[in-house]
């Protein structure tokens, strides 16, 4: 990775450490976490894409984060892979989405089993935002029949 990219990538981690700490109380989703699936289904409704220019093809981002028995973020989350092939601006634009979805879904509400066994460790979040770009219409000139 570039320098420019380390530094954006510590940048929106610190700003998302922030946001996410200063989110406090007002955490989404009423109902306990019980599982670990229940656990990534909450964190996926809490994920928007992020806005794109026509014919991007979006990226692949994955985050380590751990929790508390509260529900909150233990530590720094920490970018763990990003799309090769990604620009600049797409990574920044990732990265703000991650800090924003975990602003939103922060703090969780866990069941004390799941709870018990979740804090403290560290749970790798993916975000699969590939797109696939528009077949382009194919002219059917080949299906042309030509009167003699």
């Known amino acids: 990775m570039s320098r420019r990219g380390r530094w954006g990538t510590l940048l929106a981690l610190a700003i998302g450490a922030e946001l996410v700490a200063s989110h406090g109380a007002s955490a ?10 229940d656990l990534f289904m909450q964190v996926r409704q809490c994920w928007r894409s992020p806005r794109l220019p026509e ?3 979006g990226m692949q981002i994955t985050v380590l984060v751990a929790f508390n028995r509260n529900g909150e973020i233990l530590g720094q989350p920490r970018i763990t892979y990003e799309s090769e092939n990604a620009t600049d601006d797409d990574r920044i634009a990732y990265r703000k989405a991650v800090v924003a979805t975990l602003q939103r879904c922060t703090p969780l509400s866990f069941t004390k089993g799941l709870a018990g066994a979740i804090a403290g460790q560290p749970i790798t979040f993916r975000f699969d935002d590939r797109r696939k770009l528009p077949k382009p219409r194919e002219r059917d000139t080949w299906l042309t029949t030509k009167t003699l």
């Open 28 to 37: 989404q989703g009423a109902a306990q976490l019980n599982t670990l699936h």
């Open 55 to 57: 014919g991007d093809l």
